[in-house]
């Protein structure tokens, strides 16, 4: 089990532009970003599984999730396939994630349905961390989230956006429909 420690920032959502100053000096614009990202980017597709269904599917992979999680996600990633377990939380979470051979997935992907969000990431260095860019498909929506190794490592970051880390509303499990 791993602890998943990110920052998220919302950079657009329905043509209101939040990108900050550091962010814009990396990209002129929040339109030239999206182009990048939309160009050079990962195509992901992730759904939502009922807990039940989560439960037997990790029990069925042998996983052992030593907490309490309240998200059990597929992800569809440029082909590459995944079964993610997350606890609760905003900066700091609980987070149990395996690879998945495509049969798996197909098998589940079904039982998401209603669930569902497609992206495209763009991963990129950003003050010695991974900065991952999502530009959503199905919705006019960009936000960028860094994974740091601490919450002090979080708390040095440079601001990208709108901060909503804590926004449940942000977390893609409530974005999935």
Same mark, same amino acid.
């Given at each position: 089990?791993? !602890?998943? *420690?990110?920052?998220? #920032? $919302?950079?657009r959502?329905? /043509?209101?532009?939040?990108?900050s100053e550091a962010?814009?000096?990396?990209y002129n614009?929040?339109?030239?970003l999206?182009?990048?990202?939309l160009?050079?980017g !990962?195509? *992901?597709?992730?759904? #939502? $599984?009922?807990?039940?269904a /989560?439960?037997?599917?990790?029990?069925?992979?042998?996983m052992?999730?030593d907490?309490?999680?309240?998200?059990?996600?597929?992800?569809d990633?440029?082909g590459?396939?995944?079964?993610?377990?997350?606890?609760?939380?905003?900066?700091?979470?609980n987070?149990?994630e395996?690879?998945?051979?495509?049969e798996?997935?197909d098998?589940?992907?079904?039982m998401?349905k209603?669930?569902?969000?497609?992206?495209?990431?763009?991963?990129?260095?950003f003050?010695?961390?991974?900065?991952?860019?999502?530009?959503?498909?199905?919705?006019d929506?960009?936000?960028?989230e860094v994974?740091?190794?601490?919450?002090?490592a979080?708390?040095?970051?440079?601001?990208?956006g709108?901060?909503?880390?804590?926004?449940?509303?942000?977390?893609?499990?409530?974005?999935?429909?």
């Amino acid at each position: 089990m791993g !602890k998943e *420690i990110e920052k998220k #920032y $919302l950079i657009r959502e329905n /043509g209101i532009e939040h990108a900050s100053e550091a962010l814009l000096q990396m990209y002129n614009s929040v339109e030239a970003l999206k182009k990048d990202v939309l160009q050079n980017g !990962k195509s *992901i597709r992730q759904g #939502y $599984l009922p807990l039940y269904a /989560g439960l037997k599917l990790s029990d069925k992979l042998g996983m052992n999730a030593d907490f309490d999680f309240n998200e059990a996600r597929l992800r569809d990633k440029a082909g590459k396939f995944y079964f993610t377990l997350k606890g609760s939380g905003g900066l700091s979470r609980n987070e149990l994630e395996t690879k998945i051979e495509q049969e798996v997935f197909d098998e589940y992907w079904p039982m998401t349905k209603g669930n569902r969000v497609e992206k495209v990431r763009l991963n990129m260095p950003f003050e010695g961390h991974t900065l991952e860019i999502d530009v959503y498909t199905d919705r006019d929506l960009i936000i960028a989230e860094v994974e740091v190794p601490t919450t002090d490592a979080a708390k040095k970051l440079s601001s990208l956006g709108k901060d909503v880390t804590t926004n449940k509303t942000y977390k893609n499990k409530n974005l999935a429909k």
